[in-house]
């Protein structure tokens, strides 16, 4: 009886495995064949989702507050300087784009910061935020 449960179990775990890596395969293939005089490229194109894209935008959110901190453009509202500790995200538009072409990414959003000068004053500015991400490259915020 033990053996048979054993068996069992070990075709159960090769038949999972076998489920496994077939769900988790890469979809696509790039092949690249040197020949004499020429190169030939085949390439498969798939499309890639991106299991949380939130992540990505999470990611570009903290970039911008990187450059709020470095350009002190940024830390101005109605003419007057706030520090980084006056400053707060006050709010992110549900609606963003994330752009991917060839491993680069750009991810562009709406935001709004609050600067708060005492209990009793704070101002508002609105920016359009791009972050563009290039493979072995520093993120590049663009602001308007």
Known sequence: MDYKLAVL???ITLVLGAVGGYA??????LKIVNMPGETVVNETIVEVSVSDPSLLLDQAIVDFLNE?????DLRRCDGDKYSL??????DVDEEYDISIDDGNYTVDFEVELRYKESDLRSCYEDYR??????????VVITVD
């Open 24 to 29: 988790v395969a890469p979809e696509s293939e």
């Open 129 to 138: 935020v791009s972050a563009e991400y290039e493979e072995d490259e520093d």
């Open 9 to 11: 179990l070990m075709v």
């Open 68 to 72: 709020v901190d470095d350009e002190n």
């Open 85 to 90: 500790a006056e400053i707060s995200l006050e």
